[in-house]
């Protein structure tokens, strides 16, 4: 029989759930549920998957905690997290209206994620458990995960599989067991990430060059391009081209839009030049997607 997870002993439903609106490659990396939950209870149980819980509520509340065969009776504050690996044993009791993000992370994916992405070995722990910890950077970073689920603009799948990345980078940076170390600038937050999204999804129909989104993280273009590729998983004018081919998508759904101004809208020097980078990232032309739309 399965073991029970721990949405299933949640006594709420999440307001936000990523497996259900995120993109298969985005939830492959991690699960993200929000909760807006009345006072009450989880009981005390093992789980498999790792569970970080991100306190976005501005105001302290009382909560409770068995973990592991200690009881803590604590106050929660704004940006406090609290990291529970899997295996460790935990309950809960909170006695406020939560405001929590709640990021679940199976074992094996983030090991592999870790080494084929990051270039990072875990420890067979994987993460440091930690009771009660304040981290704005890592609150701030699974707050705007929380904002681009629940976005239905333009381009919020994209970055929100950008940003799960940001998310999980960070994740190995501060709270992972590593056997090799691992270089990242502890200066280049989630905020900086955030303008350099901000501005792709600002001027995305404009000429965007590296020093451009280099600029928005205030770091030197070299080692911009550098952390962007290690972070995202693709170098920052590839991810520019993926945004634009994401916006053309929506906009070849209006049958009567000419292909040109599509072109020209998204950013691309010419038809040419969008039919070709179109079908590199999606696999097919522009021409052959609309017939598939409007068949």
């Known amino acids: 029989m399965d073991k029970q997870k721990y949405q299933d002993v949640y006594p709420s439903s999440p307001i936000l759930d990523s497996a259900k609106h995120a993109r298969a490659s985005a939830a492959e990396l991690l699960t993200l549920e929000y909760f807006e939950a009345?006072?009450?209870?989880?009981?005390?149980?093992?789980?498999?998957?790792?569970?970080?819980?991100?306190?976005?509520?501005?105001?302290?509340?009382?909560?409770?905690?068995?973990?592991?065969?200690?009881?803590?009776?604590?106050?929660?504050?704004?940006?406090?997290?609290?990291?529970?690996?899997?295996?460790?044993?935990?309950?809960?009791?909170?006695?406020?209206?939560?405001?929590?993000?709640?990021?679940?992370?199976?074992?094996?994916?983030?090991?592999?994620?870790?080494?084929?992405?990051?270039?990072?070995?875990?420890?067979?722990?994987?993460?440091?458990?930690?009771?009660?910890?304040?981290?704005?950077?890592?609150?701030?970073?699974?707050?705007?995960?929380?904002?681009?689920?629940?976005?239905?603009?333009?381009?919020?799948?994209?970055?929100?599989?950008?940003?799960?990345?940001?998310?999980?980078?960070?994740?190995?940076?501060?709270?992972?067991?590593q056997e090799d170390a691992y270089a990242f600038s502890s200066s280049f937050t989630a905020k900086h990430y955030k303008r350099v999204l901000d501005f792709v999804a600002r001027d995305y129909g404009k000429t965007i060059l590296v020093e451009d989104l280099a600029r928005e993280a205030a770091l030197s273009a070299s080692h911009f391009a550098q952390l962007f590729k290690r972070t995202i998983g693709m170098s920052p004018i590839q991810f520019v081209m993926a945004f634009r081919v994401e916006q053309a998508r929506k906009m070849l759904g209006r049958r009567d839009t000419p292909m040109i101004d599509i072109a020209m809208s998204c950013g691309f020097a010419d038809q040419a030049h969008f039919s070709r980078v179109f079908k590199q990232v999606a696999g097919e032309s522009p021409s052959k997607y609309r017939k598939r739309l409007f068949p």
Not at 140 to 160: C, I, K, N, T
Request: aromatic share 10%; hydrophobic share 40%.
């Open 38 to 177: 009345e006072p009450g209870t989880m009981p005390t149980q093992v789980f498999d998957q790792h569970h970080i819980l991100l306190n976005l509520k501005e105001d302290a509340h009382r909560v409770e905690n068995w973990r592991d065969g200690e009881h803590r009776d604590f106050t929660f504050r704004k940006h406090e997290i609290i990291v529970t690996p899997a295996g460790v044993e935990s309950g809960w009791r909170w006695h406020a209206r939560s405001k929590v993000v709640v990021v679940t992370l199976d074992p094996g994916k983030f090991e592999r994620f870790a080494q084929t992405e990051v270039g990072v070995l875990l420890a067979e722990a994987q993460l440091k458990s930690l009771a009660q910890f304040k981290d704005p950077d890592i609150c701030y970073a699974g707050a705007m995960l929380r904002d681009a689920l629940a976005s239905d603009e333009q381009g919020s799948e994209l970055l929100f599989e950008s940003l799960a990345r940001v998310f999980l980078v960070k994740l190995i940076q501060k709270y992972g067991l």
